[in-house]
């Protein structure tokens, strides 16, 4: 025995178990309790009265900018703010430079995650050979070398017969889609939510319909390929409706949302905050509680972060320039805590869309407590206050959203594979 | 007399009363630009840098005149002269500036937004001359200070304002300034030039000129850009100017005395038909000359509010 986390509330969401209970680790797995609940010799323990104890959490949507864009972030940078945000396993897209469209990029990624150390890393490859949406990539040896699924996210598939064939080639591989839902044509050039925001600002709108359009599209070839496939970063009431309604049909379809669309609309962007900008965009009122009603009616399976950093040089200029994405990894979870604290979301079924439900998406196996299971953990303080500042994150992109804002609920500490992670540096 | 903000950015910020202020004040200015020596000392030894990032002659020369008719040292910046074609930022660029002390940057932008970075990060004044598609305040107010001329009062007016609505922010800063001031606004073109939601704004959207025109007290007319067309947002000149152009005929439901307005530069024979841009009822080049006097209150009392004059 090396490690014991006693007197926290156990939230185990693949069980359903929600109790008092005491966590034995040895070595990287979790254990049985000892069988006259004696404290072994040598075991650490960790007091986590008034904690919740539950898996670590899962971030299926994350750029971590490495290789290429390294000022914006690193994975020693992108992992270690990740495990401060109480993540185990973390997958990133593949729009780095050069986009992680081979074997190369992709056993590069895994292995500097693994040097830094605070997290899993698990690369999601290109759909199409440089994420241009022409050719398919060569999906099965990246699949091989330890890519979990597959995307162009940042840019849709625009052909249909291309995404077509990607579901279906990806599912020889046991691998799920990811799709980036935004019909170029549509959304060409816009840069926040179109309705009367943008109208007032004289910005260019992205209309719903940008992201229903291909929504509805893929669903349809989900329909007829029968493959796996998960919409990434749901924004819009619209598109809640039709996933709802693919799901009821039996459709192979997950979908994530991410905390900005169930926190912030497009109103948050009268004064030009480029920090507000990101793709898709924050939509409306009405989109946000749609959103939170898919969340609760498990239409949304998975909170993702999309976390997306960027330097401040970039962020500030003209808003036409700004580039889209908000930093997220270190405030994902204290965001989601507030649907919790509200009521709107037990929150058992919280914890699963952040752990069990991104992991089942993915293919993998569900993360649990049960003994057996590998020693992922994150102690979580419900109660605890604190405002966000961008210059408390670890993140090189400091480009939070939410700065000022008082948020419930933070992690206090990630365990990953029996080891407490020391993620300040 | 003094606007207590250090910018104007568009009308959006204004309150009404300011609004009245600079038309009172504007009305006091009009008188010199008709005097043999058309000056008056009040900004002797202010700096005033107009920083245009996107062509204009008539707003950067009617601001420029304006600055010099009040004394103040002005100078010109366009983008084609400036270190932005080198890479440099909104913001660096602006520092540049203010770092040779002026007092006020008068800032035209092909984006929506760029003069609030300047006014968040300077502690110049800064006066949008027009940003994108957002607000082009000094056009709203030089508009409205024409209206007042002509009809009294624009409270309870009947106000169309007909054409490309979407991509303009003319159309913005009047729909705002008309509606603060209590006239009805009615807006109208094909509706792939009429943004979203723009009944929220206040202004009401008519499909047919006809409609719109029907016992209108003023006709407000808009450029029509060709490059529109390319994107698809309407079939062609000749279509346009048939269903929404100008004509005498259309005129002729408008209330008598109607005023015939037009932001410029006017694409005659295609939004506007040449006789009627000529014709008894056009503003159009009392607008221009308003507009320098318009300009010198906002500077004027700008100033005056920071306490600098």
């Known amino acids: 025995m090396t490690l014991i986390i006693k007197g926290g509330r156990v939230i185990d969401p693949a069980s359903g178990i929600d109790k008092a209970q005491d966590i034995y680790i040895d070595g990287d797995r979790i254990v049985r309790p000892p069988k006259n609940n004696k404290k072994p010799a040598g075991a650490e323990v960790i007091d986590a009265k008034g904690l919740i104890v539950a898996p670590g959490l899962v971030d299926m949507h994350c750029h971590l900018r490495e290789p290429g864009f390294e000022y914006k972030e690193d994975i020693t940078s992108g992992t270690r703010a990740a495990a401060a945000g109480g993540f185990t396993t973390i997958c990133c897209m593949p729009n780095t430079s050069p986009v992680n469209d081979s074997r190369s990029v992709t056993e590069f990624i895994i292995a500097q995650a693994k040097k830094a150390g605070f997290c899993k890393a698990l690369p999601i490859g290109a759909i199409t050979k440089g994420s241009m949406g022409a050719e398919l990539a060569e999906m099965g040896e990246m699949a091989e070398a330890g890519c979990i699924g597959f995307s162009d996210d940042g840019k849709p598939v625009a052909n249909a017969e291309i995404m077509r064939h990607a579901l279906e080639y990806a599912k020889t591989f046991g691998r799920t889609i990811i799709s980036h839902c935004e019909e170029p044509s549509l959304s060409a050039g816009g840069v926040m939510n179109e309705g009367a925001v943008s109208t007032r600002l004289g910005l260019r709108g992205i209309p719903s319909a940008a992201e229903e359009v291909m929504v509805a599209r893929d669903i349809s070839l989900a329909r007829l390929t029968g493959a796996r496939l998960h919409i990434a970063h749901v924004s819009t009431a619209g598109s809640v409706e039709l996933i709802r309604r693919a799901k009821a049909e039996g459709i192979n379809v997950t979908a994530e949302t991410c905390p900005h669309y169930f926190t912030l609309t497009d109103e948050g962007v009268m004064s030009y905050n480029t920090y507000l900008k990101v793709n898709p965009p924050l939509r409306t009122e009405a989109d946000r509680k749609a959103i939170i009603r898919g969340l609760s009616d498990d239409t949304l399976d998975v909170i993702a ?9 970039e962020k500030d200029v003209e808003f036409d320039l700004a580039p889209f994405g908000i930093s997220g990894l270190e405030t994902a979870l204290a965001l989601a805590m507030a ?7 037990p929150m058992v079924e919280l914890l ?12 993998m196996a569900p993360p649990s407590l049960a003994p057996g299971s590998p020693a992922d953990i994150v102690l979580i303080d419900p109660e605890m206050e604190k405002t966000v500042r961008p210059e408390m994150l670890l993140s090189k992109g400091k480009n939070t959203a939410f700065s000022g804002l008082v948020l419930k609920g933070w992690p206090i500490m990630t365990i990953r594979e029996g080891k407490k992670i020391e993620s300040k540096p | 007399m003094a606007l207590k903000k250090k910018d104007l950015l568009g009308i959006d910020y204004l309150e009404r009363a300011e609004i009245e202020e600079i038309i009172s004040t504007a009305e006091s200015f009009k008188e010199v630009s008709t005097r043999d020596i058309k000056k008056v000392p009040a900004l002797r030894g202010r700096t005033i840098v107009n920083l245009f990032f996107e062509p204009s002659t008539r707003t950067r020369t009617s601001f420029e005149l ?45 984006m929506s937004g760029a003069p609030m970075i300047l006014a968040k990060a300077l502690k110049s004044s800064v006066i949008n001359a027009g940003d994108g598609a957002h607000e082009h305040p000094s056009q709203a107010l ?20 007909i054409g490309d609505i979407a991509h303009s922010r003319v159309a913005r800063s009047n ?9 009805n606004v009615r807006i109208c073109g094909p509706a ?12 009401k959207v008519y499909s047919r000129p006809e409609d719109a025109i029907d016992g209108a007290d003023v006709i407000m007319m808009l450029r029509i850009q060709m490059e529109r067309q390319k ?12 269903f929404f152009g100008l004509s005498a005929e259309r005129v002729r439901l408008a209330k008598k005395g109607v005023l015939i307005m037009h932001p410029g530069p006017i694409n005659r024979g295609v939004e506007i038909s040449p006789e009627v841009a000529d014709g008894p009822y056009s503003v159009i080049l009392d607008q221009v000359t308003n507009g320098v006097a318009v300009r010198m209150a906002i500077i004027y009392l700008l100033t005056e509010g920071r306490g600098a004059a």
Request: hydrophobic share 45%; charged share 20%; proline share 3%.
């Open chain 1, 305 to 313: 972060t999309d976390h997306a950093p960027h330097a401040a040089s």
């Open chain 2, 231 to 242: 994107s698809g947002l309407f079939p062609g000149v000749r279509e346009y100017s048939r």
């Open chain 1, 352 to 363: 699963k869309k952040l752990t069990v439900n991104p992991a089942l998406a993915l293919g």
């Open chain 2, 192 to 203: 792939t030039l009429i943004p979203a939601e723009i009944g929220k704004m206040g202004a």
């Open chain 1, 339 to 345: 649907l919790a604290h509200s009521g709107l979301i």
């Open chain 2, 142 to 161: 030089l508009d409205l200070f024409t209206m007042k001329e002509r009809l009294g009062k624009v409270e309870g007016l009947n106000i169309a304002i």
């Open chain 2, 66 to 110: 304006a600055a010099k008719r009040l004394s103040a040292d002005i100078i010109n910046i366009s983008s084609s002269t400036s270190s932005v074609v080198k890479g440099e930022t909104l913001l660096d660029t602006a520092r540049n500036i203010e770092a040779m002390n002026s007092d006020m940057i008068i800032v035209r932008h092909s």
């Open chain 2, 175 to 183: 729909i705002l300034c008309l509606n603060k001031m209590g006239a």
